[in-house]
């Protein structure tokens, strides 16, 4: 049976052997243009949207959960305003010379490069589907042609839907707490170009790789390589779930079925199935080049630290973007799933580079003796880019700390996600007060804002900013 959102897969998976011309089959099931094209890219700056009346739309509105919201996407979002009128009071923002908080929005629509999507069955056609749940409830919605999706993901899963179909594979029951597929993974970072390199991981109900598993992932495979003959088909990994939860990923618990890249490549870093990933790349890519101009004296040699590096994206753009020599960067991560793709990215860094940097991965909490640790590196420059909860005690002592022995950094770098733990950790840093329990009570503050700036990654997202703020030591 055929709907408006759904593809069958008798049709499409007659594979390569009828399938001589990948468009005109492609225009005929999925709506989508495979020919080879010139690559060119969408917009070769990042697209700003600068009235308030921003939106997107999605024939899935409001019945899937993905978007709280769609119109007037920055007045309509209250931790905008919020943090304008926090940064207007610290900054005095209405003296002559003085800028109003900026905000950038970036694309409304295509910027999504990573999704995690449900498989359940189709309330409507009775078929294994993907898509996401409804608000509020655990009845998936097939979300076939989302709008904030990166194409490559809205496509490729049209393809494993009818892969999924045609080899009767069964999508999960919570309630019955049986089936065989129950979340997928898509990875498609390169917001460039309309078909990007794709990364997926299937999420399969077993402790090991099923013969059933392993024809899924191999014919869907195969079915992309014959449909996209220009472009590399994409490596398929699965991840074994039998846990009685809603988390999606067990930990340590991937394989690589079909394909052979290990890690997909986005701006440049590394990234595995299970890997901390932004999902806007593009306005990720932004605030990665804030970053270096705002560095970028051409004077003097820095020593880095990266504080809660994750995969490195911030450590490793500046080894590779900056004009100012850098002569080491340390970067601290707390989980040892990381090592790995960062030594891949390290490698690529510095094969790529005429001289490249001391570059240097700890596995340790980022608030591990962290003064010792800033002493101990001649640290220059700190970058944290803490989980939403904020720096956390030990960090925020180590940076607070007098440092009139000009042994600790003189310049912070302070990426975060959540605008609320931002501004708690402000007080701590720039007044030396803090209204968090158990934190430091009546240190000096140490440091002075020097510029910031905010990064809506997820438009259709409530209370959602990124925010940058670089702040210099107080001397």
């Known amino acids: 049976m055929t709907t408006t959102t759904t593809t069958t897969s008798s049709s499409l998976l ?85 800028k109003e908080f900026h905000i950038s929005l970036g694309k409304t629509a295509k910027y999504r490069n990573k999704a995690k999507l449900v498989c359940r069955r189709n309330e409507e056609t009775g078929e294994i589907d993907l898509g996401l749940f409804k608000k509020n409830t655990h009845d998936m919605v097939p979300i076939p042609n989302c709008a904030i999706h990166h194409p490559s993901i809205n496509l490729y899963s049209k ?31 390169d917001f460039s170009k309309k078909i990007s390199n794709v990364q997926i991981t299937l999420v399969w109900n077993d402790v090991k790789l099923t013969k059933l598993c392993s024809e899924v992932c191999e014919k869907f495979h195969a079915t992309c390589a014959s449909l996209f003959t220009d472009y590399p088909p994409p490596s398929v990994f699965v991840n074994f779930n039998v846990s009685r939860n809603n988390t999606i990923f067990e930990r340590n618990a991937f394989e690589l079925v079909a394909g052979t890249d290990e890690f997909i490549l986005a701006n440049d870093i ?61 970067f601290v991560e707390i989980s040892p799933d990381v090592q790995r793709n960062w030594e891949f990215t390290k490698n690529k860094i510095m094969n790529s580079l005429p001289s490249a940097p001391k570059l240097h991965l700890t596995v340790a909490p980022a608030g591990t003796d962290a003064k010792a640790f800033f002493q101990k590196k001649n640290c220059d420059v700190v970058i944290v880019n803490p989980p939403r909860k904020g720096c956390g005690k030990e960090v925020l002592e180590a940076l607070t700390n007098d440092s009139s022995d000009n042994l600790g950094p003189s310049v912070l770098v ?62």
């Not at 920055?74 to 305003?81: K, R, S, T």
């Not at 707490?177 to 993974?185: A, E, N, P, S, T």
């Open 14 to 98: 007659s594979l390569g052997s009828k399938i001589r011309t990948p468009y005109s089959f492609a225009k005929r099931n999925l709506n989508f243009s495979f020919k080879k094209k010139p690559e060119k890219e969408f917009v070769k700056t990042t697209w700003r949207r600068t009235t308030l009346s921003a939106m997107i739309e999605c024939e899935h509105f409001p019945e899937c959960s993905g978007c709280t919201h769609v119109d007037n996407l920055l007045e309509n979002n209250p931790v905008v305003a919020q943090a304008r009128t926090f940064f207007r009071s610290e900054r005095g923002a209405n003296k002559e010379g003085e």
């Open 414 to 475: 302070y990426v975060s996600c959540n605008f609320k733990t931002f501004a708690e950790d402000y007080e701590t840093l720039v007044h030396g007060e803090s209204k968090v329990e158990g934190a430091i009570g009546d240190s000096k503050g140490q440091w002075k804002l020097r510029k910031a700036k905010g990064y809506i990654y997820y438009p259709g997202s409530l209370n959602c900013i990124e925010t940058l703020a670089i702040f210099d030591r107080k001397r």
């Open 159 to 189: 393809v494993l839907i009818a892969v999924l179909r045609d080899l009767n594979v069964t999508p999960y029951d919570e309630k019955r707490l049986k089936g065989d597929l129950r979340y997928v993974q898509f990875v498609a970072p």
């Open 270 to 330: 590394a990234y595995g199935p299970g890997s901390f990933m932004q999902g806007n790349l593009e306005m990720h890519l932004e605030t990665l080049r804030d970053i270096a101009t705002e560095l970028d004296d051409g004077e003097q040699t820095l020593n880095i630290v990266d504080l809660f590096s994750g995969s490195g994206a911030i450590g490793f753009y500046l080894a590779k973007e900056l004009k100012t020599r850098v002569q080491s960067i340390e």
